[in-house]
Every structure is written in C-alpha cells, then in structure tokens.
T-cell receptor
Framework: EAGVAQSPRYKIIEKRQSVAFWCNPI?????LYWYQQILGQGPKLLIQ????????DSQLPKDRFSAERLKGVDSTLKIQPAKLEDSAVYLC???????????FGQGTRLTVV | GESVGLHLPTLSVQEGDNSIINCAYS??????FIWYKQESGKGPQFIID?????DKRQGQRVTVLLNKTVKHLSLQIAATQPGDSAVYFC?????????FGAGTTVTVRA
C-alpha cells in the first residue's frame, strides 16, 4: 500500500517569499492533517480536513498560511510571506474514517533564511 | 492550556535491556492515546494505542500502560534493539485531533 506522499522534501527560501507544499494522502482516507514540527518539538496541528471541508484550523496563522483540499484528495499548504520562525518540517498525515491510526508522510523540511 | 508532555527528553539504554518512556497528560476528556516513533528524516510512525477505558495493552515487544488516576501513560519496550533508537512521542486524541508532546530521544548503546 502506498503511503502518504509529500513534496518537495526540502525547500530553502528567503524571508518574505512564498512557498507551497503538496500532499497526496493514502487512497480512501477522508481525513487529512497538516502539522508543523519545529526542531526539537512535537508536531503541532495546523489544519484538519474531512474530505474537502475544514474541520479545525484554529492553530493556522491565517494571515500568512493557507491550505486547501479542493477535490477531497490532494492538499496544498501555502505560506505567504514566510518568516524566519516558519523554519520547520511540515508533515502531512491521513486517516481512514472510523480508525484511530493516522499515517504520516516524510515531511517537507523548510528553511527560511 | 491542556497538553501532553513527556517526563524526560532523553533516555540511554543498553542493548537488550528494557526501556520505559513516560508521559503525563492533562486532558481527562481524551478518548485514546497513541505512541509514535520518529526516526531521523522520517515522519512519525504509529506504534501502539490505548483507549481511555483500558489500563494496559500489549503489542509486539511493546506494552502501554495507562493510569487515569494520575494522568500518566508509559511505553515499555522489551529487549531494546539498535533499531529502536528514535524519538518517541505520546499523543492524545480528542475528536480525532492528535496533540503531541515534546518527545523522548532514545539512544541504544551497543
């Protein structure tokens, strides 16, 4: 079974630039999550989708971060403009409805300089 | 706010010994708890979970204990192997939202 796919694996940008990350969840998984993991910390939930609807985006900095899942499958997370403190690994995870286990992708490591 | 946390940031274990990783939580409404393992450069990988109405669950070489009285859970790894070296996170689930603690880095000594 294919896992959660994310791209790119690495990205280096200058502050105030914009960046986008892509996630392809496991086929059939209705729930999709984006997490931010700062070095040395646990993942922090940014946004949770159920199909193409947002379930929770309370911790998403909406002045600069946006995310969409238009067809209820792939998702993109965008940062515009980026700040130095956005340097982190951005993890995408998906879960099959009715099950507890969430499967994570390898993440995108973002460095803002 | 309520959060999940781990007692120790690092743990060094001799190969073959048993490991115990501890976690304290504060949200009594959480309906289940999960342990994840994260190796360098990879995303977190599910190890085992336990529902709030249980106090013990066993898997292959791993056991999770839940003490709701003191809001504490632990992960026990039997016969620790070099491949067990990783960062371990406990997470609590509320309404299918996972909240993670800071993690414990486990280093296995040969």
């Amino acid at each position: 079974e294919a896992g959660v796919a994310q791209s790119p694996r690495y990205k280096i940008i200058e502050k105030r630039q914009s960046v986008a990350f892509w996630c392809n969840p496991i086929s059939g998984h209705a729930t999709l999550y984006w997490y931010q993991q700062i070095l040395g910390q646990g993942p922090k939930l940014l946004i949770q989708f159920q199909n193409n609807g947002v379930v929770d985006d309370s911790q998403l900095p909406k002045d600069r971060f946006s995310a969409e899942r238009l067809k209820g499958v792939d998702s993109t997370l965008k940062i515009q403009p980026a700040k130095l403190e956005d340097s982190a690994v951005y993890l995408c995870a998906s879960r099959l409805q009715g099950f507890t286990e969430a499967f994570f992708g390898q993440g995108t490591r973002l460095t803002v300089v | 706010g309520e959060s999940v946390g781990l007692h120790l940031p690092t743990l060094s274990v001799q190969e073959g010994d048993n490991s115990i990783i501890n976690c304290a939580y504060s949200n009594s409404a959480s309906d289940y708890f999960i342990w994840y393992k994260q190796e360098s450069g990879k995303g977190p990988q599910f190890i085992i979970d336990i529902r709030s109405n249980m106090d013990k669950r066993q898997g292959q070489r791993v056991t999770v204990l839940l003490n709701k009285t003191v809001k504490h859970l632990s992960l026990q790894i039997a016969a620790t192997q070099p491949g067990d070296s990783a960062v371990y996170f406990c997470a609590e689930n509320n309404d299918y939202k996972l909240s993670f603690g800071a993690g414990t880095t486990v280093t296995v000594r040969a």
